[in-house]
Nanobody, 120 residues
Framework: QVQLVESGGGLVQPGGSLRLSCTAS????????MAWYRQAPGKERELVAR??????TNYADSVKGRFTLSRDNSKKMYLQMNSLKPEDTAVYYC???????????????WGQGTQVTVSS
C-alpha cells in the first residue's frame, strides 16, 4: 500500500557531497515525521536526521554542520550531505510515519536503503 523509495547514493571521495532523496507513494492520507537512518557494516542502525511535518529538524551529533535535511512537500525529503568522511559509509534508509487511507492511525515505514560509500 505504501512505498518509500530512496535515490542518490553512490561512491564519493572524502570531502565530497551527495544528495539523497526519499519519496513516499501509495494510498497515503498523511505523512508525519520523516527521517534518515544509516547502518554501517557490523554496527547498529542509527538515526542521522529527522524532520517533522512542520519542518523542525534534528541531527545526530556526528553529522551536524555537514548534513542538511529538507522537505519540499509532505511526501518527499532530501538529505544534502557535504564534507563526507569515510565514517559516513553506510546503507542509508528512509523512514516515515504514515497514515494510510482509511486506516485511522500512523504506522512506521522503511525504504529499501541506498548505499553511500566514501572512499579515495
Amino acid at each position: 500500500q505504501v512505498q518509500l523509495v530512496e535515490s542518490g547514493g553512490g561512491l564519493v571521495q572524502p570531502g565530497g557531497s551527495l544528495r539523497l532523496s526519499c519519496t513516499a507513494s501509495g494510498r497515503i492520507f498523511s505523512v508525519n515525521a520523516m527521517a534518515w537512518y544509516r547502518q554501517a557494516p557490523g554496527k547498529e542502525r542509527e538515526l542521522v536526521a529527522r524532520i517533522t511535518s512542520g519542518g523542525s529538524t534534528n541531527y545526530a551529533d556526528s553529522v551536524k554542520g555537514r548534513f542538511t535535511l529538507s522537505r519540499d512537500n509532505s511526501k518527499k525529503m532530501y538529505l544534502q550531505m557535504n564534507s563526507l568522511k569515510p565514517e559516513d559509509t553506510a546503507v542509508y534508509y528512509c523512514n516515515a510515519d504514515i497514515m494510510v487511507l482509511y486506516s485511522g492511525g500512523y504506522s512506521d515505514y522503511w525504504g529499501q536503503g541506498t548505499q553511500v560509500t566514501v572512499s579515495s
